[in-house]
């Protein structure tokens, strides 16, 4: 069986930037199972793993327009360190609640901590990343009818919803 359609399929991957930084990976524990064709895993990756089948490994680089989308400059912000003052320790990669002029909670990463300044960004934590995917492909299956029905998995002894 190949990866086709909507079908049920199981893979371990390791998700690494541009630098060499692993950020996600399945190793050690479960595979990660999803319902193929439902956009369940960001586009690049599942579009790669239609046709492939058990036992295939393959290595790709999804771009940022494939992954989590490019790096919007707007959303990444200089500010007076005395506007954060009451946060203790401010550090790069810091991951602070902030309020947007509509009263949205949002959280932005602490980018950079100079003397005077911080820079904040407001962006998903991978946006404008290169994601770097080392996959194996663990398992696949047909979907079960109420799988396509619900439009994701159902793991083994869940049948509540
Ligand atoms: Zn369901």
Known sequence: MIIEGKCVVSIHYTLTLEGGQIVDSSSGGPPLTYLHDTQSLIHGLERELTGKGVGDRFEIAVPPEDGYGPLDPELVQRVERSV??????????????????????????????????????????????????????????????????????????????
């Not at 203790?88 to 602490?110: C, K, N, S, W, Y």
């Not at 396509?148 to 002894?157: K, N, R, S, T, Y």
């Open 84 to 161: 954060l003052a009451e946060i203790e320790d401010l550090q790069p990669g810091m991951q602070l609640e902030a309020r947007d002029p509509d009263g949205h909670t949002r959280f932005v990463i602490v980018q950079e901590v100079t003397e005077t300044e911080a820079v904040l960004n407001a962006n998903p934590p991978l946006a404008g990343q290169v994601l770097h995917f080392d996959v194996l492909v663990d398992a696949i299956r047909e979907a079960t009818e109420e799988e396509l029905e619900h439009g994701h998995v159902h793991q083994e002894g869940d049948h509540s919803h």
